[in-house]
């Protein structure tokens, strides 16, 4: 929920944010997906990118769902700053540390995965053109065994995106 909504449901993950201009309010089809996926997926001591991270709300919901580390991609230097922003929002007792040394935010675009990684999870909540272009860099750091999610496509758009996935 929002900083400025007072009456929001009790959950189980309580991830409070302040969108600004960023893009992933929880709300959006897309963002949903992607929080449904790390709901069920066991990210208990994995490393997580978050590739186009908005308001990094997939990030602080990999962590609180236990998640090792978590890095937090832009190209936006906007999204990147309200993303360190929601992260100081947080209060997460669970946790031994805080959010704030479980991910890092950076502004910049998949070329800067060359140095990053490798990772179990990767989330990427874009558009069809980003991630047909970025796929095979993702798939590079990705573990053995890891998973790639993706959303922020049209229906159309799978067999592209399929197409690419086995190449």
Known sequence: HSTFHTDYPKAEYDIVFNPQMAFGTGHHQTTRLMMSYILDVDLVGKDVLDMGCGTGILAILACM?????????????????????????????????????LIDVLCGDASLLSELGPYDVILANINRNILLADMPTYVARLRPEGHLFISGFYLSDLPLLREKAAT
């Open 65 to 101: 769902r236990g998640a090792r580390h978590a890095d937090a991609i832009d190209i936006d230097q906007w999204c990147a700053d309200n993303t360190r922003d929601n992260i100081a929002l947080q209060h997460v007792d669970s946790l031994t540390c805080g959010l704030v040394d």
